[in-house]
């Protein structure tokens, strides 16, 4: 005859861990705990646990599921009022449980551009994987500083067409003219500020270096890369463009 029936509402240590879904082990180890204490022995000794106790069992089991240490529920259980405690420790770890996963989708991400920006590197090398790790790691700062160009441009052009059909239309060619002396202050100064923040990384020798103004800007490029000459190993190519904090006095044209 089981304990069950012999204590029709007690359940044996076996059996409330079969109900909870865990090991004997597990019941046994929250009773040395003293989360969950037996509500009686039988005569040989066995723990025989009430109702109530198998309903603290799957309560600490969803606290357990839900990440929280077992040091948290013990002093949980320990309160008088534990109801808003659990409010506040599950909303604790939701938010817990939500930077994690936003940081485990940062990760992601960088692994997926990395593999990106390894398909666009001709001569892929164990040196290459420093260069990637630069582009991605300044590459929200190069995108803001693209979209800054993007955007202080559209007035400039728009006055640019606005000017024109003016000039067709009325003659009035000095607003042409105006237009002209505001784009190359407007040129002038976006890429003065452009190229003071940007640096490009040799394939080769993977030098991080700052070519000179007249160069960059006269330079064969793409959304990603300009064609240089590298400062110190001389191979005049492709080199990926990434962010650099402004030059200072100080700094020199390569790192």
Known sequence: MSQTNQHSNLYTTGEIAKLCGVSVRTVQYYDDRGILIPSTLSEGGRRLYSEEDLGRMRIICFLREAGLPINSISALFAEEKPESIISLLLEEQEKTLREEMAERRAKLELLEGIRREMKTIENFSVDSIGDIAQIMKQKNKLNKLRWFMVLTGIPVSALQVASIILWITSGYWWLFAAWAVIAAAWGTCVSLHYFNRVAYICP??????????????????????????????????????????????EDTRHD
Do not use: I, N, Q, S
Not at 221 to 230: D, G
């Open 204 to 249: 080769e020798c993977h030098t991080v270096f700052r070519p000179k103004l007249k160069e960059a800007f006269w330079a064969y490029h793409t959304p990603k890369m300009r064609r240089l000459t590298c400062p110190v190993c001389g191979r005049k190519g492709l080199c990926v463009e990434v962010y650099r904090d402004p030059v200072k006095k």
